[in-house]
């Protein structure tokens, strides 16, 4: 570091970088300083009612100086969604979409970014039925849009430093050729796979709208002082829902504070998307490269696992970020698996091993975890298969310890998210205890699918129906090459291990590639046992197996590459290496460019245009709840009560109340009954039931007259938890320091 900060000093291009910033920071500190403008919109009361045209001008001939605005309509409604209130500029310099009305609010707000200044524009509804009212309308300046630009101004700033660092560094020698090699062909291959995030805009995913509510979630939650988020306070129009519970949401922290910075909502997922595509591409050179000891295996093989057609498809047109978030993870597993079952590194010390095998395998299986719980399922499904069909070389080897520690470390690392989820799990009846009835055999493929070279995404209709997910033709025909060999008796036992770990790829993939089909009995299998129908139900889709398909298979690969390679067989080597080139660019790059310009993408500025309600399946709420009838604001009281005060907060209420009843009675408040919540009086507790559609309902005392304070309170075990993962990570990154230190004085005295 000390380093870095001396070529800053000398460099005078780095100086120039960093004068520029300074520049940026000086001029965004002005404005956080300067009060931000109010305006008023002078507009007379606007009635909307049975109106002929959908679309109605609020407000015309507006403008507004270059920055970030709030704006603000205050109205009455007497339904949900009964008008949409936007921003129609004919210039295109402002960025925002609007929001939604709803029956239980009073006002509603979103932000608008002007890069334009002076830009005319007009204030419109696009009116759905029901009568509007709209009798004011303000805008607030924010700074919004100066803290973008000085966290972006700080990144590329820091990027550019960061790379003359690098390039100086290659410059004197001290990185070598090969290492300059995989630098810019690992961050290529990220590049390549992130070429749709490279946009204003964000293609529509079955699933994009699901997790974009998850960020909002987040970034409501930190807005909120609540951390960490484990009831998502905006969700279902203010109720709350328990996604985070179930879903862990620790990746989607960095968008959601990207959020609060001020970036919108497409750059904020985008931004994120690209990230995982950088650290997948990273992850999965290391890994493939550690199995194979050979950096250019690693590469070809990155390549591939980043580029799948698979993983395109689910992260890019059907959204599935938890499933690509996993897929960072899936190789380092795939790595600790190795070590504990192939790994013959006899140079390290006993203390050394043990890290080597515990560490890849505990954290890649503690990320997959916090990324995406059905594809933890079937890790752990993998990972039980494979050390089965090698308990006697686990047991030769000693490292039955190394699986169990692993197994700790994992744990450790996600107590924070794991003891939540199993405590709502088991003491709650939420709604995803009862998808086992799902089947999931219809949903799988035709065997001819897995042997497509071009794959075309036409919109969700179930696998079969819409696109092919199948693995491609061309990583089939590795496959069928391997099982050639092996049946010809060329993959030959070696002392690395590797051929025995290809043939068990080889067999893992096999036994994947039939589980992904709709001639595997899944029906009949779920139907043999009332424990086995829940775990299969919830996969919901057999492609979710190829994640794995994919990281198996890639291994097949590196042995064929390494095959070729010991044995000089040039024209395979490079029939090899063209066939990985075709099946990237007919098959990766085909399916990014076809399909991105064959679906829609729109621009999402604001949350408030997405609205609130979209809880597929219903899964993390009481079981019986419905949605619909939860609304904004809506208290119901008992006999006797009269409320005098009340105010709803994020994942609380407070109720200033009195019960003339002369017995006890009750207050519903229009936050779903989960298990957390506290409702007190001053320092005493009032009971907590479940009210109408499983709202909370506060049982009010006989005569009682004050305040009442409902919050969310977590659990002390849950606290328990979060204990244990701090200490762990904190633990890691200690333990990653240290070795960090001692590699570089090593270093320094071999220099010396």
Same mark, same amino acid.
């Given at each position: ?18 004068? $520029? ?172 796979? #992130? ?54 949401? +620790? ?90 079952? &192939? ?5 390290? #010390? ?54 169990? &520690? ?61 696109? #092919? ?9 590795? +496959? ?10 060329? $993959? ?172 006890? #009675?009750?207050?519903?408040?229009? +936050? ?81």
């Amino acid at each position: 570091m000390t380093d870095f900060f001396k070529h800053i000093r000398n460099s005078i291009f780095c100086k120039i970088v960093s004068l $520029v910033f300074l520049f940026i920071f000086i001029f965004c500190l002005i404005h956080f300083i300067i009060p931000n403008k109010n305006i008023d919109v002078d507009i007379d009361d606007v009635v909307i009612s049975n109106a002929d045209s959908q679309d109605y001008i609020i407000k015309d001939n507006l403008k507004l100086p270059f920055g970030s605005w709030r704006f603000y309509f205050d109205y009455t409604s007497d339904i949900d969604y009964g008008c949409y209130l936007t921003l129609i500029d004919e210039d295109g310099g402002l960025v925002s979409n609007g929001a939604i009305t709803y029956l239980g609010l009073d006002t509603v707000s979103f932000d608008c970014f002007n890069y334009f200044p002076n830009n005319k524009f007009s204030v419109m509804g696009e009116y759905s039925g029901g009568y509007i009212h709209i009798s004011d309308i303000s805008i607030a300046e924010t700074d919004l849009i100066w803290s973008k630009i000085l966290c972006s101004s700080l990144f590329f700033c820091l990027l550019i430093l960061g790379l003359s660092y690098f390039r100086r560094l290659c410059t004197e020698g001290c990185i070598s050729d090969n290492y300059k090699k995989v630098f810019i062909a690992v961050n290529v291959i990220s590049l390549l796979a #992130s070429i749709p995030f490279f946009s204003a805009k964000i293609t529509t995913g079955a699933d994009l709208g699901f997790h974009l509510l998850r960020v909002e979630g987040i970034s409501e939650s930190i807005k909120a002082g609540i951390f960490p988020t484990r009831v998502e306070p905006q969700w279902i129009q203010d109720y709350g829902y328990a996604d985070a519970i179930f879903y862990c949401p +620790l990746f989607l922290y960095f968008p959601g504070i990207l959020r609060l910075i001020g970036y919108n909502v497409s750059e904020a997922i985008s931004i994120f998307n690209v990230t995982v595509n950088i650290i997948t591409a990273w992850i999965s050179y290391y890994s493939y490269k550690e199995i194979f000891k050979d950096y250019k295996t690693g590469v070809v093989l990155c390549g591939v696992y980043t580029l799948s057609i698979y993983r395109l498809n689910t992260f890019y047109y059907i959204g599935m970020t938890g499933v690509a978030s996993a897929m960072m993870f899936l190789p380092l597993v795939l790595l600790g698996l190795w070590r504990i079952v &192939f790994d013959n590194n006899d140079g390290d #010390s006993p203390f050394k091993k043990e890290i080597r095998r515990i560490l890849p395998l505990g954290i890649g299986f503690s990320g997959v975890i916090q990324s995406h719980v059905l594809s933890s399922e079937i890790t752990l499904f993998v990972c039980i298969v494979v050390c089965l069909l090698h308990i006697v070389s686990i047991i030769k080897r000693k490292a039955l310890g190394s699986i169990i &520690f692993a197994a700790m470390l994992a744990f450790s690392i996600c107590a924070w998210f794991i003891i939540p989820f199993a405590d709502y799990y088991l003491t709650q009846d939420m709604g995803i205890k009862h998808a086992g009835a799902r089947q999931i055999q219809s949903q799988g493929f035709y065997v001819a699918q897995h042997f497509i070279l071009f794959s075309k995404y036409e919109g969700w209709n179930g696998p079969q129906a819409s696109h #092919s997910l199948g693995i491609g033709l061309i990583p089939v025909a590795f +496959l069928t090459a391997f099982i050639i060999l092996w049946i010809g008796r060329k $993959v030959k036992k070696d002392f690395t291990g590797l051929a025995a770990f290809a043939k068990s790829s080889c067999i893992a993939a096999l036994v994947l590639f039939v589980l992904t089909l709709n001639i595997f009995p899944w029906d009949k299998i779920q139907a043999t046992s009332k424990i086995i129908m829940p775990l299969i139900g919830s996969i919901e889709y057999p492609h979710r197996f190829q994640a794995w398909l994919y990281t198996f298979t890639c291994v097949v690969i590196g042995y064929l590459i390494k095959y070729v390679k010991d044995n000089n067989y040039r024209f395979a080597k490079y029939l090899i290496i063209t066939s990985v080139f075709i099946y990237i660019v007919t098959g990766s790059i085909f399916l990014i460019n076809t399909n991105y310009t064959g679906t829609s993408q729109i621009l999402l500025a604001n949350p408030e245009a997405m609205g609130n309600g979209y809880t597929p399946g219903n899964q993390y709420m009481k079981y019986g709840t419905d949605p619909d009838l939860n609304k904004y604001n809506r208290f119901e009281v008992g006999d006797g009560i009269l409320i005098k005060e009340k105010e709803k907060g994020a994942l609380s209420a407070e109720i200033l109340c009195e019960n003339n009843s002369g017995k006890d #009675s009750w207050i519903e408040v229009p +936050l779903n009954a989960y298990k957390g919540y506290k409702a007190y009086s001053g320092n005493e507790e009032l009971e907590i039931v479940e009210g109408y559609n499983n709202v909370i309902r506060v049982i009010v005392p006989s005569d009682f007259s004050g305040r009442i304070t409902i919050k969310f309170c977590s659990p002390w075990y849950w606290r328990v938890g979060e204990i244990i993962s701090a200490i762990t990570i904190i633990g890691l990154l200690v333990y990653a320091f240290v070795r960090l230190r001692n590699k570089r004085k090593l270093l320094n005295a071999e220099i010396q």
